[in-house]
Nanobody
Framework: QVQLVESGGGLVQAGGSLRLSCAAS????????MRWYRQAPGKQRELVAA???????NYADSVKGRFTISRDNAKNTVYLQMNSLKPEDTAVYYC??????????????WGQGTQVTVSS
């Protein structure tokens, strides 16, 4: 089993910044792609950003140029630096990790979520 623990959420004014972290722990063999999703009230969960184990990234159009995803493979941790925040970025942010075990079984793990609230 792999556990993901997110941190760094909070309340910030529009135009401000926050940095989210997601640390993986437990019986880790290989963590492949790590992603950040978000879910606003009354809306479906959406992909915000993703990063492969090799560092290739992609972003939702709504956050390009404002958010940066990065990871520290030695620490099994992924980060999301969020700048120029807007009220529409308000959501619960979830970390997702794709894990492979020695038998090549792939499992998707989720964190518990961290609230980000951007006031206007």
């Amino acid at each position: 089993q792999v556990q993901l623990v997110e941190s760094g959420g909070g309340l910030v004014q529009a135009g401000g910044s926050l940095r989210l972290s997601c640390a993986a722990s437990g019986s880790i063999f290989v963590i492949n792609t790590m992603r950040w999703y978000r879910q606003a009230p009354g809306k479906q969960r959406e992909l915000v950003a993703a990063i492969t184990s090799g560092g290739t990234t992609n972003y939702a159009d709504s956050v390009k140029g404002r958010f940066t995803i990065s990871r520290d493979n030695a620490k099994n941790t992924v980060y999301l630096q969020m700048n120029s925040l807007k009220p529409e970025d308000t959501a619960v942010y979830y970390c997702n990790a794709v894990h492979s075990n020695p038998s090549f079984l792939v499992t998707y793990y989720w964190g518990q979520g961290t609230q980000v609230t951007v006031s206007s």
